[in-house]
């Protein structure tokens, strides 16, 4: 694994398949999310509702589209893509006596479709989709019957997928569920399809459904090993550098502290047990988790392969009480050395060799970058081009910034996948018109447009640039 490099891309299926009612799937936590914008936050629905948009629904067809799409990632000189699998099309309900078989024999034509295409698969198999049933009998990973689910929905894959896919992704930033912070509707609700400000206990729903995701990977880690003992599964976190907004030390245990949020899982799937200093402050929250002797092993036994890190932004926080104490979307202070994207993500490549070098340091273990990009506006003009060099400049910066740590701080990252390298629904805001991709896909905010697919500036800089780096 150490001497392979993979370039490519990543996409998850609730922001690309469309086809939300197709071959079986069954009502997904995110076919109930409406479209919002930068200003207007996505609403979470009980129900689907007559009249209403809702993005995951046609997404950008990739359902149907797939071939068509993957011609291009190979043309653009992909060597890797990252997809999701949808839970709610293997098994609709979640408790399904058994799965459903065009769920499973689509996504191995698609897996098929990229070997054929010389593009290795990394599947993961939590992205934000859950089936909406589990939400509503189980009351989601709250529920500790929920981890017997996806266990069984983990090893459906893992059995069908055998000698199909190596790399395995358990969960995607379910890092960001947190009982020590007030959190967004929008990020509890990715996670479990819960809302936060209707939980009537949160900070005890909170940590009931971390604890239970993370044992819940480990258990999915030991499970896979022992289908296919060469099987590589990691685990997907969304990770923020945090810099000390001062040189006064308590600035300095504040950023520690942000950053210690987003690392206890992984602590928890590398280091063969859940972090006591979690527990402990579990326990300040009036929780007090129990974990039985049969858990303490799962921990033991299902550590990670390697650690997936989407990088997007870094942040600042302080202890002083600032007037102007806000700003950044991941939280803390903005960073008055750094600008801002159009919808307010730091950008910061510096803060992604920094970040490769303390993952590598701390966990010793391979990495790979399975999210980053940045999400602008793009004009299509009446030649079919799309000009975009400042997507070009983003993503040539954070580049640069890799090869440093592989090269000079000798880093063990095995590969950069861009997010969105197809134009998908935005996850915050459900939006079309926040950009990613190398491929415009020429849809609207409103489901309008003709889906056709575009080739932007970018695309052939990219293909350019995965040679160059190659070599
Ligand atoms: C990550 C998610 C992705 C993706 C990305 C960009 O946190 O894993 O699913 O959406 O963020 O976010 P957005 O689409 O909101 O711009």
Same mark, same amino acid.
């Given at each position: 694994m150490?001497?392979?490099?993979?370039?490519?891309g990543?996409?998850?299926s609730?922001?690309? /398949?469309?086809?939300?009612?197709?071959?079986?799937?069954?009502l997904?936590?995110?076919d109930l999310?409406?479209? =919002?914008?930068?200003?207007?936050p996505?609403q979470?629905?009980?129900?689907?509702?007559?009249? #209403?948009?809702?993005?995951?629904?046609?997404?950008?067809d990739?359902?149907?589209?797939?071939? /068509?799409?993957?011609?291009?990632?190979?043309?653009?000189?992909?060597?890797?893509?990252?997809?999701?699998?949808?839970?709610?099309?293997?098994y609709?309900?979640?408790?399904? /006596?058994?799965?459903?078989?065009?769920?499973?024999?689509?996504?191995?034509?698609?897996?098929?479709?990229?070997?054929?295409?010389?593009?290795?698969?990394?599947?993961?198999?939590?992205?934000f989709?859950?089936?909406v049933?589990?939400?509503?009998?189980?009351?989601s990973?709250?529920?500790?019957?929920?981890i017997d689910?996806? &266990?069984r929905?983990?090893?459906?894959m893992?059995?069908?997928?055998?000698?199909?896919?190596?790399?395995?992704?358990?969960?995607?930033?379910?890092?960001?569920?947190?009982?020590d912070?007030?959190?967004?509707?929008?990020?509890?609700? +990715?996670? #479990?399809?819960?809302?936060?400000?209707k &939980?009537?206990?949160?900070?005890?729903?909170? %940590?009931?459904?971390?604890?239970?995701?993370?044992?819940?990977?480990?258990?999915a880690?030991?499970?896979?090993?022992?289908?296919?003992?060469?099987?590589?599964?990691?685990?997907?976190f969304?990770?923020?550098?945090?810099?000390?907004y001062?040189?006064?030390?308590?600035?300095?245990?504040?950023a520690f502290?942000?950053?210690? *949020?987003d690392?206890?899982?992984?602590?928890?799937? #590398?280091?063969?047990?859940?972090?006591?200093?979690? &527990?402990?402050?579990?326990?300040?929250?009036g929780?007090?988790?129990? $974990?039985?002797?049969?858990?303490?092993?799962?921990f033991e036994?299902?550590?990670?392969?390697f $650690?997936g890190?989407?990088y997007?932004?870094?942040?600042?926080?302080?202890?002083?009480k &600032?007037?102007?104490a806000?700003?950044?979307?991941?939280?803390?202070?903005?960073?008055?050395?750094?600008?801002?994207?159009?919808?307010?993500w730091? $950008?910061?490549p510096?803060?992604? *060799?920094?970040l490769? +070098?303390? %993952?590598?340091?701390?966990?010793?273990?391979?990495?790979i970058?399975?999210?980053?990009?940045? =999400?602008?506006?793009?004009?299509?003009?009446?030649?079919?081009?799309?000009?975009?060099?400042?997507r070009i400049?983003?993503?040539?910066?954070?580049?640069e910034q890799?090869?440093?740590? $592989?090269?000079?701080d000798?880093?063990?990252?095995?590969?950069?996948l861009?997010?969105?390298?197809i134009?998908?629904?935005?996850?915050? #805001?459900?939006?079309?018109?926040k950009?990613y991709?190398?491929?415009y %896909?020429d849809?609207?905010?409103?489901?309008?447009?003709?889906?056709?697919?575009?080739?932007k500036d970018?695309f052939?800089?990219?293909?350019?640039?995965?040679?160059e780096?190659?070599?």
């Amino acid at each position: 694994m150490k001497n392979k490099f993979y370039f490519g891309g990543s996409i998850a299926s609730h922001q690309c /398949e469309g086809a939300y009612d197709e071959d079986g799937k069954g009502l997904g936590i995110m076919d109930l999310v409406t479209v =919002g914008s930068k200003s207007k936050p996505r609403q979470f629905d009980d129900e689907l509702k007559e009249g #209403t948009y809702y993005p995951s629904h046609d997404g950008i067809d990739f359902y149907h589209r797939y071939k /068509e799409d993957i011609a291009l990632f190979k043309e653009c000189g992909f060597t890797a893509l990252r997809i999701s699998v949808d839970w709610s099309r293997i098994y609709p309900n979640g408790d399904d /006596e058994k799965p459903n078989e065009k769920g499973i024999a689509h996504y191995l034509d698609v897996v098929r479709e990229l070997k054929r295409n010389g593009i290795e698969p990394i599947v993961t198999l939590f992205h934000f989709e859950m089936p909406v049933n589990i939400v509503r009998k189980y009351g989601s990973w709250q529920n500790r019957e929920v981890i017997d689910l996806y &266990l069984r929905y983990a090893k459906t894959m893992f059995e069908a997928f055998k000698g199909e896919v190596t790399y395995w992704a358990t969960f995607n930033e379910m890092n960001h569920l947190d009982s020590d912070v007030e959190l967004s509707d929008f990020f509890t609700y +990715m996670n #479990t399809g819960l809302c936060y400000s209707k &939980l009537e206990e949160p900070a005890k729903v909170m %940590v009931n459904c971390a604890y239970n995701m993370t044992l819940a990977s480990v258990k999915a880690v030991k499970l896979g090993h022992q289908i296919d003992p060469d099987y590589k599964i990691g685990c997907v976190f969304g990770l923020t550098p945090v810099y000390a907004y001062s040189a006064n030390p308590m600035d300095s245990i504040k950023a520690f502290q942000a950053m210690d *949020r987003d690392w206890y899982q992984i602590d928890a799937m #590398t280091k063969g047990a859940f972090p006591e200093y979690k &527990l402990e402050a579990y326990r300040q929250r009036g929780v007090d988790i129990q $974990i039985s002797e049969e858990e303490k092993k799962a921990f033991e036994e299902g550590k990670i392969d390697f $650690i997936g890190i989407n990088y997007y932004a870094s942040a600042v926080e302080t202890d002083l009480k &600032l007037e102007d104490a806000s700003g950044s979307f991941f939280g803390g202070l903005n960073n008055p050395y750094l600008k801002q994207s159009d919808w307010g993500w730091t $950008i910061d490549p510096i803060g992604l *060799r920094y970040l490769l +070098m303390m %993952v590598d340091r701390r966990y010793d273990l391979p990495m790979i970058i399975t999210e980053n990009g940045l =999400g602008a506006y793009d004009t299509l003009e009446e030649d079919g081009s799309v000009h975009d060099p400042y997507r070009i400049a983003y993503l040539n910066d954070h580049i640069e910034q890799i090869k440093a740590a $592989i090269e000079h701080d000798k880093v063990n990252c095995f590969g950069y996948l861009m997010w969105g390298p197809i134009d998908l629904v935005s996850a915050t #805001t459900g939006e079309m018109k926040k950009r990613y991709g190398f491929i415009y %896909v020429d849809k609207n905010d409103d489901g309008s447009g003709s889906f056709r697919r575009y080739r932007k500036d970018s695309f052939d800089w990219y293909r350019k640039t995965i040679k160059e780096f190659m070599k």
